[in-house]
């Protein structure tokens, strides 16, 4: 399988009052096209700092890391956020629509951001949020939707560019377990139907068992990874 | 487009806050307000000077004799003992002058007029008294400046010829010397450079009766008698025709009057017209306005430092935000563009609202002043703008400190 991200010798240190502090080390991680793949740790294992530097959202401070075999250090501000636009679809905890903005213009925001015209745009936002479900509440304000709403709008907006990668950190920490659970099978219908690669980041072990691999990470390193895939949803 | 989604973003971000947004852009309405208040106010006392000058007759053109300078002046070594000369006779403009520069120019002229000013003094009928000038006018006068004669007539050749001692008052000073008496016909005592004459009053012109001081006109030949003056004029005011080119006239009459004295040792001609006097008080009145106006613009820069700072807040305030539209691909310059519209939105509001409150200002002060009001659109184009260049100037260093926020520490920004 065709390799997307590549992670050579990640190190990533940060400078806390003068001393270096190390949060990733020796972080070697390949992901196929079209693998479902998570990253679990406790909090302040590194798996955050992983996400934000695989999302192209930080720098390592050396090592690797090539996205769709182009090395991603060498970038300058304005590819990177090429990238993030482009190449790569973000869903958070905390949902992070940005507030008094509708639903579907917190859809077509990427895509406005790629320079895609307004009328296609909404065209396409509307599309994507019948698709999570969400059609009859285009025109509600983030503050006048549920959590499990917001983040399929999140979810919708996430694949406004039609990414290759979906990087989600802890997509369902803030909803109920009912609420989450219709979450995690919307990632599963995106992997399974539309072929996205996604790279979950959860504290969780029962989540992580759905995805095909588990990476697990401690204090800044790999410790182990291997074979999930025990997800009954379809 | 983002540019369009950049500004409803900005004016949706101030409706939700309203009240903040009022008080920020208060210092860009008291700015632009009191600029737009002081040019447009400076403007209407300019208009109304320079109309009130042009009704004086500022296109009239007035040809006077002055002495040779040092230089020019021909033998005679002994001048300074005398100090400067009274003109003689032979140096004053004649009426065969005039006769001969009519001939020459007589479709280019409307009216040419004489006036002998007499003097200053004193009006008295029964027992009331008014301070009066007292000026000789040709029969011409009444029609050259427009004087509206409301009973009576105006002074007339036969007048001038017999040297009869009639007069033309104003009617402000009927109204003060004999209320509701009929004027025309009575005795009028006027005392002028200590002598007192009799006159008949034969006709009063329409006034503005709130000035102090109102003039008398009499015949020519009456008023030269009086003063003591020779035959002939030291000044004679042309009125142009409708057609004339007013400052080509000026030149051409300059060089008329100046080859009929140019065999004159001591003294020539010159003319001149009102309408470079205008222009110099216009100017003046224009610089002085501005400068005030500059210094009301001072304002403006605690407004838009006012604005800087509720940027900031924003900017803090919405980290988060700005964190999430760089990770769905938001370049520094588009984070950097939406914050500078939305402090250009601020000024421009504000600036259109300070607009608003100028013209207010402006009207009330003209009004007050007794001019009416002018609006100058080009100021007001000019302070919108201005205000939204406060915006980006002032948008600017927020906006670059929120484009430069690291994407990672925006987003995890509690």
């Known amino acids: 399988m065709e390799k997307l991200i590549e992670l050579t010798d990640i190190y990533k240190s940060y400078t806390v009052g003068g001393e270096q502090l190390p949060v990733l080390q020796d972080i070697n991680l390949t992901v196929s096209r079209g693998e479902f793949v998570a990253i679990v740790g406790a909090s302040g294992s590194g798996k955050s700092t992983l996400m934000n530097i695989i999302g192209a959202l930080d720098r390592p401070t050396s090592g690797s890391y090539m996205l769709e075999g182009r090395d991603i250090r060498q970038m300058n501000d304005k590819q990177l956020s090429r990238i993030r636009n482009r190449k790569i679809g973000f869903v958070f905890q905390t949902f992070n629509l940005i507030s008094r903005t509708s639903a579907v213009k917190n859809v077509c925001l990427p895509m406005l951001y790629a320079g895609i015209p307004a009328d296609k745009a909404m065209k396409r936002a509307r599309r994507l949020l019948e698709q999570v479900d969400m059609g009859e509440r285009m025109k509600h304000n983030p503050n006048e939707l549920s959590g499990g709403q917001k983040q399929r709008v999140a979810i919708a907006r996430s694949m406004a560019n039609d990414p290759q990668i979906i990087l989600a950190d802890e997509p369902t920490g803030a909803l109920d377990s009912v609420t989450g659970r219709m979450i995690m099978d919307l990632f599963h219908d995106l992997h399974k139907k539309q072929g996205k690669t996604i790279v979950l980041i959860t504290h969780s072990p029962q989540l992580a068992q759905e995805c095909q691999r588990i990476v697990s990470i401690k204090d800044g390193r790999i410790v182990s990874e291997m074979k999930g895939g025990k997800y009954a949803g379809f | ?198 006159f008949y009053i034969v006709g009063v012109y329409e006034s503005d009766s709130a000035s102090r001081t109102q003039t008398v006109y009499m015949p020519l030949s009456t008023a030269k008698r009086i003063s003591g003056a020779d035959d002939g004029y030291q000044s004679i005011t042309v009125v142009p025709a409708a057609s004339t080119d007013t400052q080509q006239f000026t030149d051409a009459t300059e060089r008329f009057f100046a080859s009929l004295y140019s065999a004159n040792k001591n003294y020539t001609a010159s003319a001149s017209n009102m309408e470079s006097m205008v222009e110099s008080v216009t100017d003046m009145m224009t610089n002085v306005s501005l400068a005030i106006a500059v210094i009301a613009g001072i304002s403006l820069l605690v407004g838009g430092i006012g604005v800087m700072n509720i940027m900031l807040v924003s900017i803090t305030e919405r980290t988060r935000e700005i964190g999430t539209r ?68 002032f948008g600017f260093y927020p906006a670059g400190k929120a484009a430069r926020l690291n994407p990672i520490d925006a987003l995890r920004y509690e």
């Open chain 2, 1 to 198: 487009m983002l540019v369009f989604e950049n500004i409803s973003r900005a004016i949706s971000g101030l409706w939700a806050n309203k009240m903040r947004a009022l008080l920020t852009m208060l210092g860009i309405i008291i700015g632009i307000g009191s600029v737009i208040g002081i040019v447009s106010v400076g403007q209407s006392m300019t208009n109304g000077i320079s109309e009130s000058m042009r009704e004086m007759g500022v296109g009239n053109i007035t040809v006077s004799i002055e002495e040779k300078s040092d230089e020019n002046r021909q033998g005679n070594g002994n001048y300074f003992i005398f100090g400067r000369s009274q003109p003689r006779r032979e140096d004053l403009i004649s009426d065969d002058m005039i006769a001969e520069y009519r001939r020459a120019y007589g479709d280019y002229i409307s009216h040419i007029y004489r006036t002998e000013s007499v003097g200053s003094g004193r009006a008295q009928y029964s027992l009331t008294e008014e301070q009066i000038n007292a000026v000789g006018a040709g029969s011409e006068y009444a029609a050259a400046n427009g004087l509206n004669i409301l009973t009576g007539r105006f002074l007339k050749e036969d007048d001038e010829r017999r040297q009869r001692k009639v007069c033309v008052v104003s009617s402000g000073l009927c109204s003060r010397l004999m209320p509701g008496e009929d004027p025309i016909g009575k005795e009028l005592d006027l005392t002028i450079n200590g002598r007192l004459y009799v």
């Open chain 2, 326 to 393: 760089k990770a769905l691909g938001a370049t520094n310059g588009t984070i950097m563009m939406q914050f500078i519209t939305e402090s250009v939105i601020i000024c421009a509001i504000g600036g259109l609202m300070g607009v608003g409150v100028g013209l207010i200002i402006g009207n009330v002060g003209a009004n007050l002043l007794g001019y009416s009001a002018a609006v100058s659109l080009p100021t007001i184009m000019a302070a919108v703008r201005f205000s939204m260049a406060i915006g980006v100037f």
